[in-house]
């Protein structure tokens, strides 16, 4: 809304916006925007500041930027509008079009291009369309489209320049944040497998397996045990102190005590050389062991004895070990 001249400041100002957007979706989205509201709006005026919008696009924009939003084919259909200053307006602007084509790309925009202006200088109701229409068909037959890879015009050729590096910029920009976001995520899943699970509970010292600090004024009881543990260490500790010697003693006196061993008493040298009869005035039976005990016979009972008494000595010395 407003007079006309506010309107197309208002127009320039908006794609002098567009092209300083250093993100390509914000400028594709303003550009989508324009064409909808304006290029297809329901009021005239709207259509007719669309092509104000074309010019000023056309005047700071490169020629392939200008194609590439779209504008070319709608500007275009305008020329069947059923208003006649829309018309008019978009009879300005086709001169500056064809010089912004190139063939083979965009020959058929040349082609549909020429066709509208023949209908209308030809065919066109209103006799001002028409002549406009012809002055305009004859300035475009004097425009050559560029073939090929022309060179393209100094001024085009700077917008270009332009337009490449806001790109660059915009792709550097997108590759130094995805490295971002990836080095954030690598650090993040390092964390998370270093951490320790919350959900379990802290171990205690005395349940890692290592060894347990014993604190020097608990009398050697180790730090963290409680005291059935204590009691327990106490215990082992005096089931494993040595036995005295009048115990193995006693185990010496059951060992020789046991059933199979020999109940022979052991003598000394003096009691086996000594004559074991009951005297020189013993009676009949003692004559007969008198005469019998010679020595010989006593050194073979000492033999005896003493073969008697070794597995009950070999015991009792294990014992003691």
């Known amino acids: 809304k407003g007079v006309p001249c506010c309107r197309e400041a208002a127009a320039r100002v908006l794609v002098s916006l567009m092209r300083a957007a250093r993100v390509s979706s914000q400028r594709s989205a303003l550009s989508q925007r324009l064409l909808t509201e304006f290029g297809h ?100 037959a004097k425009v050559q489209p560029l073939v090929g890879s022309a060179q393209l015009s100094g001024d085009d050729q700077a917008k270009f320049a332009h337009e490449e590096a806001l790109s660059l910029a915009e792709a550097e920009a997108a590759l130094s944040e995805a490295k971002r976001r990836a080095t954030e995520s690598i650090a993040e899943q390092a964390a998370s497998k270093g951490a320790k699970d919350p959900s379990k509970p802290p171990k205690r010292p005395g349940a890692t397996g290592h060894a347990i600090g014993v604190q020097r004024g608990s009398g050697g009881v180790p730090t963290g045990v409680g005291r059935g543990a204590t009691k327990l260490a106490a215990g082992a500790g005096a089931k494993a102190k040595p036995r005295a010697s009048g115990d193995l003693n006693a185990i010496s006196a059951a060992a020789n005590a046991r059933p199979g061993a020999s109940s022979v008493p052991r003598r000394s040298s003096q009691e086996l050389a000594a004559p074991s009869g009951n005297g020189s005035g013993a009676g009949s039976g003692g004559g007969s062991n008198s005469a019998g005990n010679t020595p010989k016979t006593l050194r073979k009972g000492a033999v005896e004895a003493a073969k008697a008494h070794r597995p009950s000595a070999m015991s009792s010395h294990r014992s003691s070990r």
């Not at 829309?86 to 912004?100: D, E, G």
């Not at 790309?105 to 082609?111: G, H, M, R, S, Y």
């Open 41 to 140: 709006g329901k009021a005239y005026s709207q259509r007719v500041l669309f092509v104000t919008v074309c010019e000023q696009v056309m005047h700071q924009f490169s020629s392939s930027a200008f194609k590439a939003m779209g504008y070319v084919e709608t500007l275009l259909s305008l020329c069947s509008d059923a208003v006649s200053n829309v018309r008019l307006a978009v009879l300005r602007t086709l001169p500056h079009v064809k010089r912004r084509l190139r063939l083979p790309a965009d020959v058929k925009l040349i082609e549909s291009l020429q066709e509208q202006l023949e209908t209308l200088s030809s065919s066109d109701p209103m006799r001002d369309v028409q002549e406009a229409a012809g002055a305009t068909l004859s300035v475009c």
